[in-house]
T-cell receptor, first 113, second 115 residues
Framework: GQNIDQPTEMTATEGAIVQINCTYQ??????LFWYQQHAGEAPTFLSY????GLEEKGRFSSFLSRSKGYSYLLLKELQMKDSASYLC??????????????FGAGTQVVVTP | DADVTQTPRNRITKTGKRIMLECSQT?????MYWYRQDPGLGLRLIYY???????NKGEISDGYSVSRQAQAKFSLSLESAIPNQTALYFC??????????????FGPGTRLTVL
């Protein structure tokens, strides 16, 4: 089975940096996704990590450590529009999970002026 | 134009009514998924399909059924709606091939209220 944990809510100031952690336990891990979801809207794809290390994409970076079952999403130079829920999702290649993603409950990021 | 569309976007219905939610995609993806989202519970998988002849139950399929009419269309039905099926419903697609085989792309969602 899979267990994905991420904090429920984080608050940060405009212009600051926020790091959203995600830990997972899965038997056939083969990649981790991050999605952004504004209230009442669809989740949108942000990043995909399958190898250890940091992937940078503009103001957003995602890190993965497979040995520790750990990932983080780093949001730099926060803007008000970054206020959203951030979902961590795991790709697992075991038979029961193949072709599906297991989503965490999401971390609500609140950016204050 | 949106790649993944859902109709209706909002629906209010009464207990016991039959409801169909429709999803269409122009991405040419083989895989399609239906999720529901409730506050604090995240996304939960209802049904998924890897091609037109393939239908699989997700973790919460009871009370729901689906139909994959074509590669581009995947419908979710509630045969007899009940109030605890009030939720935000999302359709998603994934390529099924290549390095991003499992990257899912979501439709805009359907907000369903069952009174």
């Amino acid at each position: 089975g899979q267990n994905i944990d991420q904090p429920t809510e984080m608050t940060a100031t405009e212009g600051a940096i926020v790091q959203i952690n995600c830990t997972y336990q899965t038997s056939g891990f083969n990649g981790l996704f991050w999605y952004q979801q504004h209230a009442g809207e669809a989740p949108t794809f942000l990043s995909y990590n399958v190898l250890d290390g940091l992937e940078e994409k503009g103001r957003f970076s995602s890190f993965l450590s497979r040995s520790k079952g750990y990932s983080y999403l780093l949001l730099k130079e926060l803007q008000m529009k970054d206020s959203a829920s951030y979902l961590c999702a795991v790709r697992d290649l075991t038979t029961d999970s193949w072709g599906k993603l297991q989503f965490g409950a999401g971390t609500q990021v609140v950016v204050t002026p | 134009d949106a790649d993944v569309t859902q109709t209706p976007r909002n629906r209010i219905t009464k207990t016991g009514k039959r409801i169909m939610l429709e999803c269409s995609q122009t991405k040419g993806h083989d895989r399609m998924y239906w999720y529901r989202q409730d506050p604090g519970l995240g996304l939960r998988l209802i049904y998924y399909s890897f091609d037109v002849k393939d239908i699989n139950k997700g973790e919460i399929s009871d009370g729901y059924s689906v139909s994959r009419q074509a590669q581009a269309k995947f419908s979710l039905s509630l045969e007899s709606a009940i109030p605890n099926q009030t939720a935000l419903y999302f359709c998603a697609t994934a390529p099924g091939q290549g390095i991003r085989a499992d990257t899912q792309y979501f439709g805009p969602g359907t907000r369903l209220t069952v009174l």
